[in-house]
C-alpha cells in the first residue's frame, strides 16, 4: 500500500508538468478553436533561457525563472501579433500550418544557438525524499505538484475574478459582440498567447531537470499533454490538469506493476483515452459537464 | 450641432452596396426610429456607424469622424450598439454581461449603476447568477438594453428590439426604452420593423427603401403620411 501511494504520488508530479503544458494548450484552444503545436517548442526555448541565465550571468534561480517565463509570455505575444495576425481571419488550418512552421522554427534556432548535447538542468529542489507519513516523497516532486496547482489557482483567478479575464474569455468566445463592447479581441488574443507561454514555460523548467535539456526535449511530453487536454475535453482548464495527472498515475502504474508492459505504458494510456472518448466524447469536463450554475 | 451625423454615407458587404448616399442625423437625448421593409438597409445602416462594416462620406459623433474608428473605439466614444439577434453572450451568466457592458469604464460606480439597471429590469437581478443562455427571448432583450446602459453611453443603436417577441413582452420593451431615454437622457437610434411601435416612442424618423432615404420627419407627421401609413401602418 505504501509503494503504491508514493508510486500515485511520483505519477501526479510527472502529471503536474503534463498538466501545465496541457493548459497552455486549453487556452490556446480556447481562444482561437485550434491547437498551437509549437506549444512545446516555446517550452522548451524559454527552458534554455533559464538555463542559460542559471549557467552565465548565475543569477538566483527564482528570478531566471520569472525572467524566462516573462520572455516567453512576451515573445509568444511578439510571434502572434507579427505571425500569426496575418492569418487570423483564413481557414483554422492555414494558422495549424503555421504553428507547424513555428515549431520546426524554435526547434532549429535552439539547435543553432545551443547544440543537439543534451545538458543537465539545475532544479531547485532537492530530490532528497522527505518523510510524510510514512510516505517517502521527493521534495522535487512535491514542488512540482505544488507549482502545478498554484499556476491553476492563478489562472483560475485570473478567468474568474478578475475583469481583463472576463474580457478575454469574452473575446474568445464571442468576438464579434466583444468588440461592440468596446473591448480589442486582437489584444485580448495577443494576451492569451503570451499567457499560454507563460504557463508552457513551468512544464519546460520543471520538466527539463528530470529529462536531459535539449531541442527535441518536449516532443514526448506535448504528446502527454495533448492526450491530457483531451481527455480532460480540450476546452477546459480543470479538465486538462485532471487528465495530465490521470495520465501521469496511469503511467506511474503501468511502470511499477505491469513492468513487461513498460515500453508500451504510453500506447496503452492513450488506448484508455480513446476508450474513455467513445463513452464521453466530450471528455471529463468538456463543454456543458464543468460549467458553474 | 447634431450628436450624431451622417452625411452621404455609402456602405455595404464586400462590393454589394446596400446604403446610398444616407443623410441622417440624431440629437442629444432623442429617439430617432428607422423604418423600412425587410432588406432596405437598416441593419447596414447601424453597422456603418459602429464600424463594423466598411463605409464611405461623412459620420461625425459629437463632433468628430468616426470614418478610422474600428467597432471597438466606437463604443468607447461612447456609442453603444445592440445588435441583431440580441448579442447575447449565453455562456456567461446575466451579471458577466452586465459588467462587460461596463468593460469600456474606469470609474467606481459600475456598482451602483448595476443597481440601477435592476432597478428598470428586476428580472435580471433574480437571474443574474443564471447562464444567459438559458434566459427567455424578452429577458435577452432586456439584458442586451440592460448591457448597453451599464457603458453609460451618449448613443444607443438599437437594432429590432421587438424581433420574436410576443406583443406585451414587446410592448413593455418599448416602455422600457422610452423611459430609460427619459430618465438618462441617452439617445436612441431605433431599427424597427414595427412601425406602429417605432413611431409612437421615438421623436423622429426616417423611412429607408432600398438603401435610400425616401422619407423623413416628425414621426407624429409620418404616422399621417399617405405612403408610409399605406405601406407601413398598414391602414
Known amino acids: 500500500m505504501r509503494e503504491f501511494l508514493e508510486q500515485v504520488i511520483a505519477g501526479i508530479a510527472a502529471g503536474g508538468i503534463y498538466a501545465s503544458l496541457a493548459l497552455a494548450l486549453v487556452l490556446i484552444y480556447r481562444a482561437m478553436g485550434l491547437i498551437n503545436f509549437a506549444q512545446g517548442e516555446f517550452a522548451m526555448f524559454t527552458a534554455f533561457i533559464c538555463w542559460a541565465l542559471l549557467q552565465g550571468p548565475q543569477v538566483p534561480f527564482a528570478l531566471a525563472l520569472a525572467i524566462s517565463v516573462a520572455v516567453g509570455f512576451v515573445g509568444a505575444l511578439a510571434i502572434e501579433r507579427v505571425v500569426v495576425r496575418p492569418f487570423e481571419r483564413g481557414s ?82 464571442y468576438p464579434d459582440v466583444s468588440e461592440l463592447l468596446g473591448i480589442r479581441t486582437g489584444v485580448m488574443l495577443g494576451l492569451g498567447w503570451g499567457l499560454a507561454s507563460a504557463v508552457g514555460a513551468m512544464s519546460g523548467i520543471l520538466v527539463a531537470p528530470r529529462i536531459l535539456l535539449e531541442p527535441n526535449m518536449m516532443q514526448g511530453v506535448i504528446i502527454y499533454a495533448f492526450a491530457a487536454a483531451v481527455m480532460g475535453g480540450i476546452d477546459s482548464p480543470v479538465g486538462a490538469v485532471v487528465g495530465g495527472l490521470a495520465l501521469g498515475v496511469m503511467l506511474a502504474l503501468i511502470g511499477a506493476y505491469l513492468p513487461a508492459l513498460a515500453d508500451l505504458r504510453l500506447a496503452l494510456s492513450l488506448l484508455l483515452i480513446v476508450v474513455l472518448l467513445v463513452v464521453r466524447p466530450s471528455g471529463l469536463f468538456g463543454q456543458h459537464q464543468a460549467r458553474r450554475v | 450641432m447634431p450628436l450624431l451625423d451622417l452625411a452621404q454615407v455609402t456602405a455595404g458587404y464586400g462590393h454589394r452596396r446596400v446604403l446610398h448616399e444616407v443623410d441622417l442625423s440624431v440629437d442629444e437625448g432623442e429617439i430617432v426610429a428607422i423604418l423600412g421593409a425587410n432588406g432596405a438597409g437598416k441593419t447596414t ?191
Do not use: C
Not at chain 1, 532537492?126 to 522535487?140: C, E, H, N, T
Not at chain 2, 453597422?47 to 459620420?59: D, M, P, T
Not at chain 2, 447568477?129 to 432586456?142: N, V
Open chain 1, 92 to 173: 483554422p488550418l492555414v494558422i495549424v500550418i503555421v504553428t507547424l512552421a513555428l515549431f520546426e522554427i524554435v526547434n532549429s534556432v535552439a539547435g543553432f544557438v545551443w547544440g543537439y548535447t543534451p545538458r543537465s538542468f539545475p532544479s531547485p529542489f532537492p530530490a532528497r525524499p522527505v518523510d510524510i507519513g510514512g510516505i517517502l516523497i521527493s521534495i522535487q516532486d512535491a514542488a512540482v505538484i505544488g507549482v502545478s496547482l498554484l499556476t491553476l489557482a492563478l489562472l483560475y483567478v485570473l478567468f474568474d475574478r478578475t475583469k481583463l479575464g472576463l474580457a478575454m474569455r469574452a473575446a474568445a468566445l
Open chain 2, 45 to 235: 445602416t447601424l453597422r456603418a456607424i459602429s464600424g463594423v462594416i466598411h463605409r464611405v462620406g461623412q459620420i461625425t459623433f459629437l463632433g468628430r469622424s468616426l470614418l478610422g474608428s474600428s467597432a471597438s473605439d466606437t463604443a468607447r466614444l461612447g456609442i453603444a450598439h445592440v445588435p441583431e439577434g440580441r448579442g447575447t453572450m449565453g455562456q456567461l451568466t446575466v451579471a458577466e454581461n452586465l459588467q462587460l457592458g461596463a468593460y469600456v469604464r474606469r470609474d467606481r460606480a459600475i456598482a451602483t449603476d448595476m443597481d440601477r439597471v435592476f432597478s428598470y429590469f428586476p428580472v435580471l437581478k433574480e437571474r443574474r447568477r443564471q447562464y444567459a443562455g438559458t434566459l427567455s427571448g424578452g429577458e435577452q432583450q432586456m439584458l442586451a438594453i440592460a448591457r448597453a446602459i451599464m457603458a453609460r453611453p451618449k448613443l444607443v443603436l438599437l437594432d429590432e428590439p421587438s424581433l420574436g417577441l410576443a406583443p406585451l413582452v414587446a410592448r413593455s420593451i418599448f416602455e422600457l426604452i422610452g423611459s430609460i431615454n427619459r430618465d438618462l437622457r441617452t439617445a436612441v437610434l431605433l431599427v424597427e420593423q414595427n412601425a406602429v411601435a417605432a413611431l409612437d416612442i421615438s421623436h423622429r424618423a426616417y423611412v429607408l427603401e432600398a438603401g435610400r432615404v425616401a422619407v423623413s420627419g416628425a414621426s407624429a407627421e409620418l404616422r399621417a403620411h399617405d405612403r408610409v401609413r399605406r405601406s407601413y401602418l398598414g391602414y
